[in-house]
Each structure stands twice: as structure tokens, then as C-alpha cells.
């Protein structure tokens, strides 16, 4: 599940897309993914419904959200 901030940067990392593409994948406007980011080590706060489609989003091009004691992401395929 995306938690944090610094995950949905990493995880954007991982694909190669930036703040503004993802945000006209997701219809929202940059701010929110900014915003979102800023977060930075703490839980995103904002719409629920906005947090997952960005994770539906990402998840969408093979990132995989994992959160074992610790938040973290990797590409499908990955071990």
C-alpha cells in the first residue's frame, strides 16, 4: 500500500515519469502529487480516493508497494 511520501517519489523513480504526468494520468492537478510527496518520510495525507489511484496508477506500469515493517517499492519481476 502507498503510505509515504518518499515511496510515491521512489516509486515514480522506478518508472520514469514526472509530477506532471502522473498527475494527468490520475486527473489531479500537480499539486496534489506534489503535496503528496512532501510528506516525505510521514504518511501522505489527502483524499483516499486520490491516493489510490495513484497507486493503482504506478501499479499499473509494475511498481509493487510493499510495506514489511517498512515502507518500500520495486519493480514486478524483481526478487
Given at each position: 500500500?502507498?503510505?509515504?511520501?518518499?515511496?510515491?517519489?521512489?516509486?515514480?523513480?522506478?518508472?520514469?515519469?514526472?509530477?506532471?504526468?502522473?498527475?494527468?494520468?490520475?486527473?489531479?492537478?500537480?499539486?496534489?502529487?506534489?503535496?503528496?510527496?512532501?510528506?516525505?518520510?510521514?504518511?501522505?495525507?489527502?483524499?483516499?480516493?486520490?491516493?489510490?489511484?495513484?497507486?493503482?496508477a504506478l501499479e499499473g506500469r509494475g511498481?509493487?508497494?510493499?510495506?514489511?515493517?517498512?515502507?518500500?517499492?520495486?519493480?514486478?519481476?524483481?526478487?
Open positions: 500500500m502507498l503510505t509515504t511520501g518518499n515511496q510515491l517519489k521512489a516509486a515514480r523513480a522506478l518508472v520514469g515519469i514526472e509530477q506532471k504526468e502522473l498527475a494527468d494520468i490520475v486527473g489531479v492537478n500537480v499539486n496534489t502529487i506534489r503535496s503528496m510527496e512532501a510528506a516525505a518520510g510521514g504518511p501522505i495525507a489527502g483524499r483516499a480516493q486520490n491516493v489510490q489511484a495513484v497507486q493503482r511498481v509493487e508497494f510493499l510495506n514489511h515493517g517498512r515502507p518500500g517499492v520495486r519493480l514486478l519481476g524483481e526478487p
